[in-house]
């Protein structure tokens, strides 16, 4: 009958759902330690006697602070929290493209050379296209794209890619910059394409490596 498919249907929804959501939790809990480099977090249910309608809580406490719920972390810590479980569904639940709009704005610096480290664990996995003003952000990557208007009323794309090893593979940064003065510095492992990048990408992954081009 209707009412049997229905049930079965529950029933389906409920083993799965509560498969996942266990796996994320898990996969939740070892990224935040990993991000944090220390602390706790956990997901849990409101009602798991009714998986169907349940809410979910997240519970979060950074190393060396004893808060609990989320509304007692700071904006950066709220954003990181918020970032590692994104990572940890991924990690469930891989995807082979996915676009982050300034994920990452709220972070400080270390807390963003974490996160570009650990968008490395992506390697051949997954393509980032990245929306960010971040220039740490902008060191882990292999092509930056960006808008321009150095003439009033006259955007212009430029872009360069960087040959480096420690970025991450096929993955796009989208940013808007002023204009303001290019200089062109140049080092054999260095190639770009069409026109200059306006950005300050940094110069200290490696001795060797100079971005192509700054600006001041």
């Known amino acids: 009958t209707l009412l049997e498919i229905i049930n079965d249907m529950d029933s ?23 991000l944090f480099k220390g602390g706790s977090a956990n997901l849990y249910m409101t009602d798991p006697n009714n998986i169907l309608e349940t809410g979910i809580e997240l519970e979060a406490t950074p190393p060396g602070k004893n808060l609990k719920t989320v509304q007692s972390l700071s904006g950066g810590e709220k954003t990181f929290t918020a970032i590692a479980l994104l990572f940890a569904i991924l990690n469930v639940r891989p995807v082979p493209f996915c676009l982050f709009d300034e994920v990452e704005a709220a972070l400080d610096e270390a807390n963003v050379d974490a996160f570009g480290e650990y968008l490395n664990k992506y390697r051949n996995k997954t393509q980032f296209i990245i929306i960010t003003h971040k220039k740490k952000t902008m060191e882990f990557i292999d092509t930056l794209y960006g ?18 090893e420690s970025k991450i593979p096929f993955s796009y940064i989208c940013c808007n910059v002023k204009p303001s003065k290019v200089f062109p510095l140049h080092k054999d492992n260095a190639s770009f394409s069409d026109a200059p990048i306006l950005t ?12 192509p081009f700054v600006y001041s």
């Open 12 to 34: 389906i929804m409920e083993e799965k759902f509560n498969k996942t959501f266990q796996e994320i939790k898990q996969e939740f809990q070892k990224v935040f330690r990993e």
């Open 147 to 164: 808008i321009t208007m150095q003439e009033s009323g006259v955007s212009k794309k430029v872009s360069v890619k960087l040959n480096c």
């Open 200 to 211: 300050k990408a940094s110069t200290h992954l490696d001795n060797s490596f100079v971005p």
